[in-house]
């Protein structure tokens, strides 16, 4: 096996990542300092932030640095073809998310400074350098600056964007460009790694047009985006978000569907949208278990631990966040995942 | 009596004292209307009140549940970076308006926030959310100045009907019986001094 290093290296790294236990605990604390404390306990070690500023922004970077470390971690000890799905499916990720970040502050009118703070840091990826990209003054100096990039697309959504004055035809171009790339690294992928992959885009990417269909059910219908908003499908074409966009019954349109998409997007019917985020989460936290005790020396493993990385991450973030505005346990415990797999 | 030191017993003043409490008198059952008109006014406004609090607080749970739940989706940073696409703001306009000579605030929408398209689902879920509370919570709030400054209106007017009815009217009566009683006092005496000298001149002629 070309990558047994790797795997070898993930499965050691998996049981240094926080236990649901943990996880759980870290949730109940009674306020965001004995958070920070009892964070120091695990394999974070000492966080210090400054205390002038936002501090579930400060944690926020913390934990997006560390799993920064991570990726890049296990990209240096992966084989080339891995290791470009890899870059691309997360940095490029966060790349399109600075981008979209970048082009909301220039848009918002928003200094510079704060701008480049707003940013996920990373190494640069595509973009050249995000600090000279945040310094136009224009949105069409932006996209002057991502020529010669694979973002050079982007430009052909300008006059759409003058027209509305809104700017989500760069970020769906942003989503269509990331997707299509995404889609091209997953086939060079090795057959054997391909699958579980695959599984998870996919789901992602049924749930997220799910939902971007769900919000267009509320909006005054723009024929030019219904294309546009559904660069890449899977299970569900076009014309099933029409369906979806169009039903009456939206309870009968989910059970529709079938497992497990029936599953994860059931709160909507008590409007609770971001718990289908986490119950999507859950579905893939739980795949990648299955995925990982199906093949203990695979692709899987590496993938698990990533997934398993995001998940901490996103867990960590939502808890710091919770913390500082002194939310109590019970109101967030639902829409975190690591806890439910005591 | 020292508070009458200062009175003139005569008719001219007993005149203009007269007119004068009946003017205080009419005052005072306007007062007492405007009173009375303010306590119905307080009781059902406060009716209302209740009611729209009680209205407003669950759906500013509910509001604040959502974006809650859009913050632990997104994370603090992703959700203020989209709010920063959110061009058209909210602008307000506070103008006073009167009832029953009460002024209160009425707050006048110039332009409501437009929630861009781009918007994550769970972030315009919240955004909708709140924006349908947010109208709910400013004419609240001008609703409850508007209770307020009736609240004070009535306590001024109830002094004011009190003082009136208390210390006001009571003194002009008593200034008013005082000059009375002087005058008849004066004319009686007038009246034994008109029949004294009858006498005394029917006397001379016999």
């Known amino acids: 096996m070309k990558y047994a290093s790797a795997v070898v290296r993930c499965h050691a790294l998996i049981s240094e990542l926080l236990s649901p236990e943990q996880m759980r605990r870290l949730a109940e604390t009674e306020n965001l300092n004995a958070f920070i404390a009892r964070i120091s306990e695990t394999p974070y070690g000492e966080i210090s932030i400054e205390i002038s500023g936002d501090a579930s922004i400060a944690l926020e970077k913390v934990f997006y640095r560390k799993f920064i470390e991570r990726i890049s971690r296990i990209i240096d000890i992966t084989p080339k073809k891995i290791a470009s799905f890899l870059q691309a499916y997360y940095y490029m990720r966060f790349e399109v998310l600075n981008l979209k970040r970048t082009l909301r502050g220039s848009f918002g009118g928003t200094p510079s400074q704060q701008i480049l703070e707003s940013l996920i840091p990373i190494e640069p990826y595509h973009v050249k350098d995000f600090k000279d990209l945040v310094e136009q003054e224009t949105i069409e100096e932006i996209m002057k600056h991502l020529h010669g990039t694979p973002y050079s697309n982007l430009s052909e959504s300008l006059p759409l964007y003058k027209e509305t004055e809104e700017l989500w035809p760069f970020e769906l171009s942003l989503n269509n460009i990331y997707a299509l790339t995404i889609l091209k690294l997953v086939e060079r992928l090795p057959s054997p790694d391909r699958a579980l992959v695959k599984r998870i885009v996919e789901l992602e990417t049924d749930i997220e047009n799910l939902l971007i269909a769900l919000k267009q059910r509320e909006m005054v219908q723009d024929t030019r985006r219904i294309q546009s908003l559904f660069p890449t499908t899977f299970k569900f074409n076009i014309e099933k978000m029409k369906e979806f966009i169009e039903s009456k019954d939206i309870r009968q349109f989910i059970i529709g569907l079938g497992e497990p998409y029936t599953e994860i997007l059931s709160p909507i019917y008590e409007e609770d949208v971001s718990f289908v985020r986490s119950r999507l989460r859950q579905q893939i936290y739980r795949t990648m278990k299955r995925g990982r005790s199906m093949n203990d020396f695979g692709f899987n493993v590496i993938m698990a631990y990533l997934v398993f990385c995001e998940i901490e991450k996103d867990d960590l973030v939502g808890m710091s966040w919770s913390k500082a505005q002194g939310i109590s346990p019970e109101n967030i415990l639902k829409y975190l995942v690591i806890p439910h797999f005591i | ?206």
């Open chain 2, 1 to 206: 009596m020292s508070s009458m030191s200062g009175v003139r017993p005569t008719k001219g003043y007993l005149m203009d004292l007269k007119r004068r409490i009946s003017f205080i008198e009419r005052g005072t059952e306007f007062l007492k209307l405007k009173r009375d008109h303010l306590a119905k006014e307080l009781s059902t406004s406060l009716e209302v009140l209740r009611g729209r609090r009680k209205l407003l607080l669950q759906n500013l749970r509910d509001a604040y549940g959502a974006l809650t739940a859009a913050y632990l989706s997104l994370g603090p940073t992703e959700v203020k970076s989209q709010v920063r696409a959110v061009k058209k703001r909210l602008e307000l306009e506070v103008l006073p308006r009167s009832v029953m000579g009460v002024r209160y605030p009425y707050v006048k929408f110039l332009s409501k926030p437009q929630v861009g398209a781009e918007l994550d689902v769970t972030l315009s879920h919240a955004a909708k959310k709140v924006q349908e509370i947010l109208e709910e919570l400013i004419q609240t709030a001008e609703f409850e100045a508007r209770v307020e400054r009736i609240a004070d209106e009535l306590g001024k007017t109830n002094r004011k009907v009190n003082a009136l009815e208390n210390t006001i009217i009571p003194s002009y009566k008593q200034v008013i019986k005082f000059i009375e009683d002087k005058l008849d006092e004066e004319s009686l005496e007038e009246l034994v001094r008109v029949k004294l000298i009858g006498g005394a001149l029917a006397r001379r002629r016999a």
